[in-house]
């Protein structure tokens, strides 16, 4: 199935720049940004992302206004987007993350998509410095060829 995917017309993988992050998105991404309200100060949250084969894929970065800060403002975004998907059930993912990331919390979740129906998720934030990266895939049934091709060689410019 992972050689299907990787051919897929529907999976055009290319390259994206998030803030410093290198990601690799399965489609044309659409665009976004917004103020937040993590951490002790409103914050812009900048985000990426597509929807290929019926699977949602993101990539998102903030800035807390210092290092220490990080993992707080990491942890408090971590809840809200739980809280977001209706999360009812989540387990640790043991995904490694790159050398460069200080911090990450990865997570495979079961929650709702917008009608109310059963979805599930893989989420992942990176601490690198102040800075916070999110990759998430949102899916009916999430499969490990879509989340390794999306989780692979991510890089720090």
């Not at 999430?142 to 989340?147: A, D, H, K, N, Y």
Request: glycine share 6%; net charge positive; with cysteine.
């Amino acid at each position: 199935m992972g050689a299907f995917m990787a051919c897929s017309p529907t999976l055009n993988w290319r390259r994206v720049q998030v803030q410093d992050l290198q990601a690799r998105l399965p489609c044309k991404p659409d665009n976004a940004a917004r103020t937040v309200a993590l951490g002790t100060t409103p914050t812009l949250l900048q985000m990426k992302g597509c929807e290929a084969d019926g699977t949602l894929f993101v990539v998102s970065h903030l800035r807390a206004t210092n290092a220490d800060a990080a993992a707080q403002v990491a942890a408090q975004w971590q809840t809200l987007t739980l809280k977001q998907f209706r999360a009812k059930s989540t387990t640790p993912d043991t995904w490694r993350a790159p050398s460069w990331a200080a911090r990450h919390v990865s997570l495979r979740a079961d929650g709702s998509n917008a009608q109310g129906g059963p979805m599930q998720a893989r989420l992942t934030w990176l601490n690198v410095g102040s800075d916070i990266y999110h990759l998430a895939v949102y899916a009916d049934t999430v499969t490990e060829p879509m989340v390794q091709s999306f989780f692979e060689d991510l890089q720090i410019q």
